[in-house]
């Protein structure tokens, strides 16, 4: 009989059970999709560190899948608090009529009972399908290869929902029994009538305790949107969402009390028409208001939170990555294995020779590689942790107890650090005789190191003393990684004495060749996908470019003593002038440049009053010349960086001079937008990262840091783009006269076709 009533209930009342049975469909998918991730083998199929990545993503998920699974549990709580509120005269019917407390019991236990297993099978069958687009939106975020995605059921998330839900259900049915318990018949039937108390009356509390949750609210909503770079660690993320939940309960608390009793206290207002109805509506529901919309908040609040957090992770990761991988790929070798039994004898003398002569002993083609780099790392036990720390060994020993202090520094000479700081586009360094620099741009490491050199920065090395140039570490690295974990490398002069036994690594760092064919076969390929007639190529070469070499070339040279910055738009839409120019004039103007905009000759044409404009509001800015007479192309050659978008000044920039190009990324210009359909990416694209970078629109506030590295690695672009233009380039230096040998051969196969049909 009770489970026919129950039955019966739940069919009358299905609005309000309806509630209820989607808060734990809800709860149940989340739950399910949130501890399924690692399920799914296609997104492991991935490089290791990106593995890890997603390994350590997975791990938090868990953590944020545990206070997700505490604020669905509340959520349902709620629900199923507000429904049996809903029912309480019911209750108090069914009482009337001689059923016991333990009979309304067993009803509500049916009745959790069968909403939580059809929510149960519900949320798993949506939680199953849900997860499988999650596990796709990850495993694109990684690149990983979807080739290999199933379709996945996860027993182990399945079982971990089944469990938490059974315990959640329980609690559910152990709170209902209690619940009921507690009631009285004379409460239930009057529950409809009876007014909710304000627990607040004291109108000044409520207006100061008002003001500071709304400081505290409004100083965490700022942190997680317009403060959001810097919530990228545990510490500085929790302290806001703590001071977020505060100030929403201040806020809310505060609100239920002093707006009423304000308009109480306005007799004109409160006793007018109806409005004295309207408030005692009000008031026999502010309590369940406050708490429903302090729980709607503070959800909002945390996905703003964790949302903001995301974000400033990515753009940290991905500036960190930018900054330390400037480079294809880095190679190290242990050096000088010891003679012993754990070694083999090829061991041993691989670990005498070269990184080049490893790799070309194993079969590599050196040719597949550019802008090699390679120098040797020294270590010692005369110069460990211990030494260089020693000013304040003790205090950090305290602090770091665990520290090894007895490894070796990494030692390197300046000069050979200076050939990888001109490939990575980082500063070099002099020093004297008695000089050294650490080098450390781990923060904690950093500090040490900081501590030790302000109180006595004396190292020995081979007998001799060396006096630290800095008082603290300076900025750079040799290994490439994800982020600053370089924890220190000592930088000697030349002079040092360091000897072959005391090479502990040999290095590489290197970029790879550009495999990719060139307009020849970008025709060929176009003609072969839309069936187009053959056209005859002919390998000729670029006679203008030969020219302005050979201008060029004539030149006297002398480095600027103020670096020379030329910004050459293009004729497109969306170029620099039209969408970023005095950003970028902005930024690089205070820092030492010699700027000139030279504007692409349609500009001065079509928009005299821009340019106008652009000289107007840039002429008490002594480093800044906007350019409109082209007589001339001292201006380019002279330049020592070039900055345009797709304008094809930049290649013929680029190989005349061999000096770099920044690109700003504005919307691609290409000759053909559907290129992806003959396989090949056209040269106006990936040639830029040949001969220059690439900034994004939202990078320019990066601009004139991007221009410093480009500047400071100029021997490594030289060497690089003139090798770049002998390989590409047909005929250099002599393509007028292959181009003329050709027309002349044509001319005569005409003349000789002519005469033979007279």
């Keep these: 009989m009770l489970f026919k009533l129950s039955i019966k209930n739940m069919r009358k009342t299905i609005k309000d059970f309806?509630?209820?049975f989607l808060t734990l469909v809800l709860g149940v998918a989340i739950f399910y999709m949130f501890n399924s991730l690692d399920s799914q083998e296609a997104m492991m199929q991935v490089s290791s560190s990106t593995r890890e990545l997603i390994k350590l993503m997975i791990t938090m998920l868990g953590f944020v899948s545990v206070f997700v699974a505490v604020i669905l549990g509340l959520l349902i709580v709620y629900a199923n608090n507000f429904l049996i509120n809903r029912r309480k005269k019911e209750f108090g019917t069914y009482m009337m009529l001689g059923m016991s407390k333990g009979q309304i019991s067993r009803i509500l236990l049916i009745e959790t009972i069968f909403v939580g297993i059809i929510s149960l099978i519900v949320g798993l069958v949506i939680g199953v399908f849900a997860s499988q687009f999650m596990s796709v939106l990850v495993g694109k975020l990684f690149a990983a290869d979807m080739s290999k995605f199933e379709f996945v059921f996860s027993k182990d998330a399945c079982i971990k929902t089944c469990i938490y839900f059974a315990v959640m259900y329980i609690a559910?049915?152990?709170?209902?029994?209690?619940?009921?318990?507690?009631?009285?018949?004379?409460?239930?039937?009057?529950?409809?009538k009876k007014n909710e108390q304000i627990k607040i009356k004291n109108l000044w509390v409520c207006i100061l305790v008002f003001?500071?949750?709304?400081?505290?609210?409004?100083?965490?909503?700022?942190?997680?949107?317009?403060?959001?770079?810097?919530?990228?660690?545990?510490?500085?993320?929790?302290?806001?969402i703590l001071m977020g939940i505060v100030g929403t309960i201040l806020v809310f608390w505060s609100v239920s009390g002093f707006i009423l009793k304000l308009v109480q206290l306005r007799k004109n207002i409160y006793l007018k028409d109806v409005n004295m109805f309207v408030l005692r509506q009000l008031h026999n529901k502010i309590n369940t208001t406050v708490v429903s919309m302090s729980i709607i908040c503070l959800m909002l609040f945390m996905t703003i939170t964790i949302l903001s957090s995301a974000?400033?992770?990515?753009?940290?990761?991905?500036?960190?990555?930018?900054?330390?991988?400037?480079?294809?790929?880095?190679?190290?070798?242990?050096?000088?294995?010891?003679?012993?039994?754990?070694?083999?004898?090829?061991?041993?003398?691989?670990s005498r020779k070269t990184m080049i002569q490893t790799l070309e002993d194993n079969g590599f083609d050196m040719t597949k590689l550019k802008d090699v780099v390679e120098i040797p790392i020294y270590a010692t036990n005369e110069l460990t942790w211990r030494d260089t720390l020693s000013p304040v060994y003790d205090e950090v020993k305290q602090q770091f107890p665990n520290l090894l202090y007895e490894t070796a520094e990494e030692i390197v000479k300046v000069s050979d650090y200076n050939k990888i700081a001109r490939l990575y586009g980082n500063i070099e360094y002099q020093?004297?005789?008695?000089?050294?620099?650490?080098?450390?741009?781990?923060?904690?490491?950093?500090?040490?190191?900081?501590?030790?050199?302000?109180?006595?920065?004396?190292?020995?090395?081979?007998?001799?003393?060396?006096k630290s140039k800095y008082d603290e570490c300076q900025n750079g690295y040799i290994y490439m990684a994800g982020s600053h974990i370089n924890n220190g490398i000592v930088l000697v002069p030349d002079s040092c004495n360091l000897t072959e036994d005391m090479k502990e690594e040999t290095f590489l760092a290197a970029n790879y060749n550009a495999t990719t064919e060139e307009?020849?076969?970008?025709?060929?390929?176009?003609?072969?996908?839309?069936?187009?007639?053959?056209?005859?190529?002919?390998?000729?070469?670029?006679?203008?470019?030969?020219?302005?070499?050979?201008?060029?070339?004539?030149?006297?040279?002398?480095?600027?003593?103020?670096?020379?910055?030329?910004?050459?738009?293009?004729?497109?839409?969306?170029?620099?002038?039209?969408?970023?120019?005095?950003?970028?004039?902005?930024?690089?103007?205070?820092?030492?440049?010699?700027?000139?905009?030279?504007?692409?000759?349609?500009?001065?044409?079509?928009?005299?009053?821009?340019?106008?404009?652009?000289?107007?509001?840039y002429k008490n800015d002594t480093d800044i010349e906007i350019q409109t007479d082209f007589s001339s192309n001292s201006t380019v050659f002279e330049a020592d960086l070039m900055i345009t978008d797709w304008s094809g000044i930049a290649y013929e920039y680029a190989y005349t001079t061999c000096k770099p190009v920044l690109f700003i990324d504005t919307p691609m210009k290409i000759m053909n937008p559907e290129y992806k359909k003959i396989g090949i990416e056209p040269l106006n694209i990936w040639m830029r990262y040949e001969i220059g970078r690439v900034l994004k629109l939202d990078e320019i506030d990066k601009t004139a840091d991007t221009a410093a590295k480009m500047l400071a690695a100029s021997d490594t672009y030289k060497d690089s783009i003139d090798r770049f233009v002998k390989e590409y380039v047909y005929n250099l230096g002599s393509s007028a006269s292959v181009g003329a040998k050709y027309i002349i051969q044509e001319i005569q196969k005409a003349i000789k076709r002519h005469k033979e049909q007279e």
């Excluded at 500071?212 to 929790?238: F, M, P, Q, R, W």
């Excluded at 990515?314 to 070798?333: A, F, H, I, S």
């Design 18 to 20: 309806a509630i209820y």
């Design 172 to 192: 559910v049915m152990i709170f209902n029994t209690f619940t009921i318990s507690r009631y009285k018949l004379i409460n239930l039937l009057n529950a409809s």
């Design 211 to 240: 003001v500071i949750g709304v400081v505290i609210l409004g100083y965490a909503y700022y942190k997680v949107t317009g403060g959001v770079n810097e919530l990228s660690t545990a510490d500085t993320i929790l302290p806001i």
């Design 311 to 350: 974000l400033s992770l990515n753009n940290t990761m991905r500036k960190d990555l930018e900054d330390t991988t400037p480079v294809d790929l880095n190679l190290y070798k242990t050096a000088n294995l010891p003679e012993n039994e754990k070694m083999s004898k090829a061991q041993i003398e691989d």
């Design 431 to 466: 020093l004297k005789d008695d000089e050294y620099i650490i080098l450390c741009d781990f923060d904690n490491m950093k500090n040490l190191r900081n501590k030790a050199l302000k109180a006595d920065s004396t190292i020995t090395i081979a007998g001799k003393e060396y």
């Design 519 to 617: 307009e020849k076969e970008e025709i060929e390929k176009t003609e072969e996908v839309y069936n187009l007639p053959k056209k005859e190529l002919v390998e000729w070469g670029y006679s203008l470019l030969d020219e302005m070499r050979e201008d060029y070339a004539k030149m006297p040279k002398k480095e600027n003593d103020i670096k020379s910055i030329l910004i050459a738009p293009s004729w497109q839409k969306d170029n620099i002038v039209d969408s970023c120019l005095e950003d970028i004039l902005d930024n690089l103007k205070g820092h030492g440049y010699k700027i000139t905009v030279r504007p692409h000759p349609q500009h001065v044409r079509h928009m005299p009053e821009k340019m106008e404009g652009l000289k107007e509001r």
